[in-house]
T-cell receptor
């Protein structure tokens, strides 16, 4: 049973436009959420996080939105750049602190 | 500053051979340590985590084992590799806050 779901395995966006990556979760006990970015043959790197007491967190071109009632979060990248092309993992945690990751969404930003 | 080292970067091993992947952390003490695997078409799967020397928790039954002989050393092992053990293995550490820091990963191909 997947507790964290990224239903879109891939997303293609034109450079300069907005990229929206979505993530759904089932466990209402999760109290923090993170997004990681991963290039091929490299380890994931931390991108942005949000705690359950907030509904929005912004860092430069990256904004994460949290809708607790819908158990949904999204990552917005504006404007998208070719260097943003990577696999993006949504992760959720709480309690013991171990993160549960989604399967990832491969973002391709076309020049 | 904290760093995490993981080696080797790539490994090709025959079926039935043993495995030893090593991960070390510098610049911190008593971190939580994690082994994740990213298999083809799947997300990041937590394999083992450790909250202290000699303390190992396994998340999934498998052909692998982990050990933590020193505070900042985490080892992933197998006595006999299977084809299904192929994947990208990631070590991570976490302390105090909820963010994880990942190593650069090991690409394991079992042939």
């Amino acid at each position: 049973d997947q507790q964290v779901k990224q239903n879109s395995p891939s997303l293609s966006v034109q450079e300069g436009r907005i990229s929206i990556l979505n993530c759904d979760y089932t466990n209402s006990m999760f109290d923090y959420f993170l997004w990681y970015k991963k290039y091929p043959a490299e380890g994931p790197t931390f991108l942005i996080s949000i705690s359950s007491i907030k509904d929005k967190n912004e860092d430069g071109r990256f904004t994460v939105f949290l809708n607790k009632s819908a158990k949904h979060l999204s990552l917005h990248i504006v404007p998208s750049q070719p260097g943003d092309s990577a696999v993006y993992f949504c992760a959720a945690g709480g309690g013991q602190g171990n993160l549960i990751f989604g399967k990832g969404t491969k973002l391709s930003v076309k020049p | 500053s904290q760093t995490i080292h993981q080696w080797p970067a790539t490994l090709v091993q025959p079926v039935g051979s043993p495995l030893s992947l090593e991960c070390t952390v510098e610049g911190t003490s008593n971190p939580n340590l994690y082994w994740y695997r990213q298999a083809a078409g799947r997300g990041l799967q937590l394999l083992f985590y450790s909250v202290g020397i000699g303390q190992i928790s396994s998340e999934v039954p498998q052909n692998l084992s982990a050990s933590r002989p020193q505070d900042r050393q985490f080892i992933l092992s197998s006595k006999k590799l299977l084809l299904s053990d192929s994947g990208f293995y990631l070590c991570a550490w976490r302390k105090e806050n909820y963010g994880y820091t990942f190593g650069s990963g090991t690409r394991l191909t079992v042939v």
